[in-house]
């Protein structure tokens, strides 16, 4: 299963890993980073299809799509 893990201290809150988001699970978070940003979270990892398009747009890379093996060890 494809999750997306970001690096909330380096994220500014641009906001283009949201709209680079086919399914919209990527979001601002309702908190800050210690910088005074609001940093993008994925609010249903379940839906992400590891398309890596929040990776790919976001220009800190921030992001990083992990692919975790499903319990069955696929």
């Not at 809150?13 to 919209?24: D, S």
């Not at 980073?33 to 398309?51: H, L, M, T």
Request: glycine share 6%; with cysteine.
């Amino acid at each position: 299963m494809p999750r997306p893990v970001f690096n909330e201290e380096r994220c500014k809150g641009c906001e283009l890993c949201t709209v680079a988001c086919p399914h919209k699970i990527v979001v601002l978070a309702n908190r800050f980073n210690s910088k005074g940003y609001r940093p993008a979270v994925c609010i249903d990892e379940s839906k992400c299809v590891g398309c890596a398009l929040c990776a790919k747009t976001c220009p800190d890379v921030v992001i990083e799509i992990h692919k975790d093996k499903d319990p069955a060890g696929k």
